[in-house]
C-alpha cells in the first residue's frame, strides 16, 4: 500500500494523480495518472495482495501481416542498453522468484507482464522490463532467431525457413479455431490493422526486414503511446520514482496511434473460407456455418455492457436460448464461434454451429435470426435476466489464478478500452451501470438491443467454412516452391552471406556470457518456510473442513467422493468425463434439464464435475480416485446452491438421450480443437501411459485415448447406443456418489457464512444414500515403454520422452528438481528453441510421480529433437559442464514454482488435498530445506545416478505431427516410430 494518503492533483516523481476511486468489488483503490512530461498513462490498483504485478503496454498497429508487432515481442526481450546481454528475459526467469513472467501480442496492443511477491525482485524485474522495452538492441541476428530466416539444412543442404514466431505460427494456424478466428476477424473489420494477422502469416512472415521491424519499435514504444498499470500492497510512490527515470528521457509526441471506427456496410455479407481437416475424417459433415455481426465501438463503454449482458443471455450456458436453438437443432455437433468479443475497437459477435452438411448452412442462419426475432417480440424471460446479473456480479468478484495472475485477469478488463480512449474504471467498478441496465431492462431495453445489433444490422457477415483435406499439404508444397525458387535464384554472394549468418547465430547461441550486470537475488532471499492453509474440521464430522479465506465474499463449497476404481466395471472407466460434463446440465427425475441449468445459473456461479486419480503419497503407494463437484456463489444464495447440489447427487437421471448425444458431439470436436494447441501435453500423456495404472487412466480420461474413444462413441450413435450409455452412466453415479466415502471443503470470508455453509453440508451429507462396494473388477497392468507417432492436421510437431526416477519421497527428489531446469535454461532451451526454432524446450520433473521428461512445442523437428533429449542433455548434465551460479538460478526457479500463490480458494482445495494423499507440511518443509543445498556435485551424482543407468533405459517416446512429416523424418531414424492415427 501507499506510505501516506493520496490526493487528486498530486504530483508524484514526475506523475499528476488525476483521479482516485475505491473499488469494492476487487478491494482496491484505483489511481489514474499520467507523467506530466510525456503523457505516459499510469493506473495503480492498491490492495493488500503480495503478488505484486506491473505491465507496460503499448498501442500497436500493424499495416501487415508479417507479424512485426509480434516479433518485435519477442526481441525487444533479447538484449537492451542497460543489460546488453544476449537473453535477458530468460535470464531473469532463473535469477528471481518471480510468479508470472510474460509478454502478449494482441491484435492492437503489445504488453509485458510480470509479478512477484519479493521487493527486492520485483524492483529487478521493472528496471529490466523497462529498459527492454524502451531501450532495446533489436539486433540483426535475434531478428533472424526470432522472427525468421533462411538457412540451409546441415543433413540435406536444401534450404528452409527457420525461425521461433516463424514455426509458433505455423503450430498457431494449423489450429482450426485460430484460422476460423482470424478469417472472421478480418472479413469484419476488412478497412484497417484488424484485417492482417498480428501474430504473423506463416506466408508473409519472411518478407519482414530488420529495418521495419526497428522502424515500428520508434513509432510506437514511446512513453506518450504507453500504457503502465501497476497492482499490490509494494508503495505506488517507489514505483512512479523508478518508471520516471526512464521516461524522463523522453519528449512528448504524438504517436499516431489510434484505430479509426470501420466504415459500417449498406449491405450485408456472404463469404467462404477453407480449414485444414484431416484425411481419414468425413469432410460431408464438417462444414460450419454461421453469421457475424459489426457492434458497439470502445467509445461507447454502456452499449459495451450492455452487449456483454445480452451474451450471457443468449450463450451463457446449455439452455441459453440462442445456444440451445443452434445446438439441440440436430443440424451439426457443436457450437461455433465466441459470441461478443471486446477485442477490438469495434465489437463483434459471432454464432453458428460446427459439423454441419453444406445444405444445411442456410438452416442455421435461419435459426440464429428466428430465434433473436422471437427474443425481440416476445420478449426476454426475466429469469434469463436474474440468471444473467447473478452471473455478473459474481464474476466480478471472484479471485481467479487459473490461467494468470490475479492482477493480469484485471488487466484484461479494460486494457482494449483503456488504449481506445474509453474509461477503464468502467471497466473495473460498473455499479452504477448495472443499476442504469437494470432500470432499463424493464423498459424493453434488451429487445430494443437485439433489433439495433441483430435483425437490423447490414454489417452482418454470412460466413461458411469448408474443410480442406489437402490445405496442409498444399501449404507445405508452396512452401517448398518458395523455397526452391529463392535457391534458385542465390547468387554465390548470397550463399556465402545465408551461411555466414547461420555461423554467426550459432557462435552467439554457443557463447558463455556473462550475465553479472543482471540483477539476481540471493538463495538468502528465498523464505525457508512453505505456504500452509489450515482448515478447520467439524467436531462431529471430520468429512468436513472449513477454511477462512478472503474471498471477496464468496462462498466455495467443493464436494468429493473417494471411490476404489477397481470396484467399478473396466468397461465404463471410459465414461467418467462424460459423467462428469453431463451430470449438471441433464437434468434430474424430478426436474428437466432446462429447469436445473437455470437453477444453476441463476443462483451459482456455475457447478463443475471433475474426475481424477494419483497414488498417496506414504509408503503404500495406494491408488486413489475421486470424482468432485465444486460450485461458489453469492452468501445470499447458499441454501438455494445446497440444495441443487443435493437434487443433483440424488436424483441424477440420463434419459434426455438427445441431449446425451449433443454432449458427447460437443467433446469430440472440443478435444479434437485441444490437439494442435496443447500437443505437447497429450505427447507426454501417450509416452508416460505405460510406467503406470495411473497414467493409463490418466491418458484414458483426458489424453488421445479419450479423444479416441469419443470418435468410436460418435460413430452411429441410434437410439439404443444411447440408452446404453445413458444406463452406465447411472450405474457410474451408483457406484460412486456415496455418503460413507464423502468430503467436503467450505471457503468463506465471513464468520457468519462460514457458520452457514457448514450447517448446510451437514444437512445434505446426511441427505446422501450410503451404498455399498460391489463386485471387484481387476484390471491387470503391464508396463509398456512407448515409441510412436500420433499424426493429425498440423504444420508443426510436438515431442515427448519421458522415463521413472524417484519421487518426492526419496531424498534425491530435490536434487531432480533442479537437474531439469539447469538442463531446461542452460540447454535444452538453447538447443531446441534458439538453434531448432521450436516454440518451446522443456525438462520436466514430477516430484509427486517420479517421471523426467523432456517435451519439445511447435518443433520443426522430430528426430533432431530426441537426439537432444537423448544424447546432448544427459551428455551436458553428467559433465558438470556448468558453473555453480547455474545451480542457484536453478533453486531459485524451483522455490518460484514451489511458492507460487494461488487463489484463496485454491489455497484451502490444496491443502485438503495433501491431507488426502498424506502429504504433511512437515514433508513440504523438509524438502524445501534440502532443495536449497543443492551443490554441483549432487547434480553430477545424481544426474549419472538416474540418466546412465537403471529407469533411463526404459524410456517412453511419443510424438504428435503431421504424417507427411513423420515419414520423412522416420527414414533418418535407425528406429522409426510406429505411427498411429488420432
Known amino acids: 500500500m501507499t506510505k501516506k494518503q493520496i490526493k487528486n492533483g498530486q504530483r508524484i516523481h514526475g506523475f499528476i494523480v488525476r483521479r482516485i476511486a475505491n473499488i469494492k468489488d476487487i478491494q482496491s483503490i484505483f489511481y489514474e495518472l499520467e507523467h506530466e512530461k510525456t503523457g ?12 505484486n504485478g506491473f505491465c ?8 501487415d501481416s508479417t507479424g512485426v508487432a509480434h516479433i518485435l515481442e519477442h526481441t525487444v526481450l533479447t538484449g537492451s542498453e542497460k543489460y546488453p546481454v544476449r537473453d535477458p528475459f530468460f535470464s531473469m526467469t532463473r535469477r528471481s522468484l518471480n510468479t508470472f513472467m510474460n509478454a502478449f501480442t494482441s491484435c492492437d496492443w503489445t504488453a509485458y507482464p510480470f509479478s512477484s511477491e519479493n521487493e527486492k525482485d520485483f524492483y529487478n524485474l521493472l528496471d529490466v522490463y523497462l529498459d527492454a522495452a524502451f531501450f532495446p538492441n533489436i539486433s540483426e541476428l535475434n531478428f533472424r532467431q526470432e522472427g525468421h530466416r533462411l538457412e540451409f539444412n546441415k543433413d540435406t543442404g536444401k534450404l528452409e525457413f527457420k525461425g521461433v514466431v516463424y514455426n509458433e505460427m505455423k503450430g498457431a494456424m494449423s489450429s482450426e479455431d485460430s484460422i476460423i478466428a482470424h478469417e472472421i476477424q478480418s472479413a469484419l473489420l476488412p478497412s484497417g490493422t484488424y484485417a492482417y494477422n498480428s501474430g504473423g502469416d506463416p506466408d508473409v512472415i519472411p518478407d519482414l526486414t530488420h529495418e521495419q521491424l526497428k522502424a515500428f519499435h520508434a513509432r510506437f514504444y514511446h512513453p506518450s503511446n504507453s500504457y503502465n498499470f501497476s497492482y499490490g500492497n509494494f508503495p505506488l510512490e517507489k514505483h512512479l520514482e523508478v518508471v520516471d527515470r526512464v521516461l524522463s528521457r523522453f519528449e512528448k509526441i504524438d504517436p499516431r496511434a489510434k484505430v479509426p471506427p470501420e466504415p459500417r456496410w449498406k449491405n450485408s455479407k456472404e463469404m467462404e473460407f477453407y480449414y485444414p481437416l484431416g484425411k481419414d475424417e468425413d469432410p460431408g459433415q464438417k462444414y460450419q456455418a454461421g453469421l457475424a455481426w459489426l457492434t458497439a465501438r470502445t467509445d461507447e463503454p454502456f452499449e459495451v455492457l450492455s452487449l456483454e449482458f445480452l451474451n450471457e443471455i443468449l450463450l451463457g450456458d446449455t439452455e441459453a436460448p440462442l445456444y440451445k436453438a443452434l445446438v439441440n437443432s440436430g443440424l451439426g455437433t457443436s457450437f461455433m464461434g465466441g459470441g461478443f468479443d471486446d477485442d477490438y475497437f469495434d465489437k463483434i459477435f459471432v454464432c453458428g454451429l460446427k459439423g454441419i452438411k453444406r445444405k444445411d448452412a442456410k438452416k442455421v442462419e435461419e435459426i440464429i435470426m428466428d430465434t433473436l426475432r422471437g427474443l425481440a417480440q416476445k420478449g426476454i424471460n426475466k429469469e434469463l435476466i436474474a440468471a444473467a ?9 471472484e479471485i481467479s489464478r487459473s490461467h494468470y495472475p490475479y492482477f493480469i485477469s484485471l488487466f484484461f478488463r479494460f486494457a482494449s478500452s483503456w488504449i481506445h ?5 468502467l471497466c473495473l467498478d460498473s455499479d452504477k451501470d448495472m443499476e442504469k441496465l437494470d432500470q432499463k431492462i424493464k423498459e424493453g431495453f434488451l429487445e430494443k438491443q437485439i433489433e439495433k445489433y441483430f435483425l437490423n444490422n447490414k454489417h452482418m457477415l454470412s460466413l461458411l467454412f469448408v474443410p480442406d483435406q489437402e490445405m496442409n499439404d498444399f501449404l507445405e508444397q508452396q512452401e517448398q516452391k518458395r523455397l526452391a525458387r529463392i535457391e534458385d535464384e542465390l547468387s554465390y554472394e548470397d550463399r556465402l552471406r545465408i551461411m555466414k549468418t547461420a555461423e554467426d547465430l550459432e557462435k552467439l547461441q554457443d557463447f558463455d556470457e556473462d550475465l553479472s550486470c543482471l540483477p539476481t537475488l540471493s538463495l538468502s532471499d528465498i523464505p525457508v518456510s512453505v505456504k500452509t492453509s489450515k482448515g478447520v474440521r467439524l467436531s462431529h464430522d471430520a468429512g468436513i473442513v472449513r477454511y477462512k479465506k478472503p474471498t471477496n465474499g464468496l462462498c466455495y463449497a467443493d464436494i468429493l467422493f473417494d471411490f476404489d476404481i477397481e470396484m467399478i466395471d473396466t468397461t465404463v472407466w471410459p465414461l467418467f468425463p462424460i459423467f462428469c460434463r453431463a451430470l449438471p446440465i441433464m437434468g434430474t427425475k424430478n426436474f428437466s434439464s432446462e429447469y436445473m441449468v437455470r437453477l444453476i445459473s441463476r443462483y451459482t456461479g456455475g457447478i463443475s464435475a471433475g474426475q481424477s486419480i ?21 452468501p445470499e444464495t447458499k441454501k438455494n446452491t445446497f440444495d441443487i447440489i443435493e437434487e443433483l447427487l440424488n436424483n441424477f437421471c440420463f434419459a434426455d438421450l438427445d441431449k446425451l448425444k449433443t454432449i458427447i458431439l460437443q467433446m469430440k470436436d472440443r478435444m479434437e480443437e485441444a490437439i494442435v494447441g496443447n500437443g505437447h501435453g497429450f505427447a507426454y500423456s501417450l509416452a508416460k501411459r505405460g510406467f503406470d495404472k495411473e497414467f493409463k487412466i490418466q491418458e484414458m480420461w483426458s489424453g ?7 470418435k468410436e462413441l460418435a460413430r452411429d450413435l441410434d437410439e439404443q447406443k444411447l440408452k446404453n450409455i445413458a444406463e452406465d452412466l447411472v450405474y457410474l453415479g451408483r457406484s460412486i456418489i ?9 471457503a468463506a470470508s465471513r464468520d457468519q457464512d462460514i457458520k452457514e455453509l457448514s450447517e448446510l453440508a451437514l444437512r445434505l451429507k446426511k441427505n446422501i444414500p450410503l451404498r455399498y462396494d460391489q463386485i471387484y473388477h481387476f484390471e491387470d497392468f503391464k508396463q509398456n515403454n512407448m515409441k510412436e507417432c500420433w499424426t493429425t492436421p498440423t504444420n508443426v510437431s510436438f515431442v515427448a520422452d519421458c522415463f521413472r526416477v524417484a519421487d518426492m519421497r526419496n531424498e534425491d527428489a530435490p536434487v531432480l528438481d533442479v537437474i531439469a531446469k539447469v538442463m531446461k535454461s542452460c540447454f535444452i532451451h538453447k538447443e531446441i528453441r534458439e538453434k531448432g526454432g521450436a516454440y518451446g524446450g522443456y525438462a520436466v520433473y514430477d516430484k509427486a510421480t517420479g517421471i523426467f521428461s523432456f517435451q519439445s512445442y511447435r518443433d520443426p523437428n522430430i528426430s533432431k529433437t530426441i537426439s537432444v533429449f537423448r544424447e546432448g542433455a544427459v551428455e551436458y ?8 551460479e547455474k545451480v542457484k538460478e536453478a533453486i531459485l526457479q524451483v522455490c518460484s514454482v514451489l511458492d507460487r500463490p494461488s487463489s484463496p480458494h485454491a489455497e484451502a482445495f490444496s491443502d485438503f488435498y495433501r491431507r488426502i494423499i498424506g502429504l504433511s507440511d512437515e514433508a513440504r518443509k523438509e524438502y524445501k530445506k534440502r532443495l536449497l543445498s543443492v551443490t554441483r556435485n549432487d547434480i553430477i551424482m545424481t544426474a549419472k545416478k538416474y540418466f546412465t543407468e537403471g529407469g533411463f533405459q526404459n524410456r517412453s517416446l511419443a510424438v504428435i505431427s503431421s504424417d507427411s512429416k513423420i515419414e520423412k523424418e522416420n527414414k533418418k531414424m535407425s528406429e522409426p516410430l510406429e505411427i498411429r492415427k488420432i
Open 877 to 884: 548434465i553428467c559433465s558438470g559442464d556448468f558453473p555453480e
Open 421 to 425: 480512449g474509453s474509461d477503464p474504471l
Open 40 to 51: 505516459a498513462r499510469y493506473i495503480h490498483l492498491a490492495n493488500r495482495d503480495t503478488e
Open 389 to 397: 446479473f447473478n452471473n455478473f456480479k459474481i464474476s466480478r468478484k
Open 56 to 63: 507496460t503496454l503499448f498501442k500497436t498497429i500493424p499495416q
Open 704 to 710: 488421445v485415448h479419450n479423444l479416441k474413444f469419443l
Open 614 to 634: 494419483m497414488r498417496k503419497f506414504d509408503s503404500s503407494r495406494e491408488l486413489v480416485s475421486f470424482f468432485s463437484l465444486a460450485v461458489q456463489c453469492l
Open 738 to 746: 456415496n455418503r460413507e466415502k464423502m468430503r467436503i471443503i467450505l
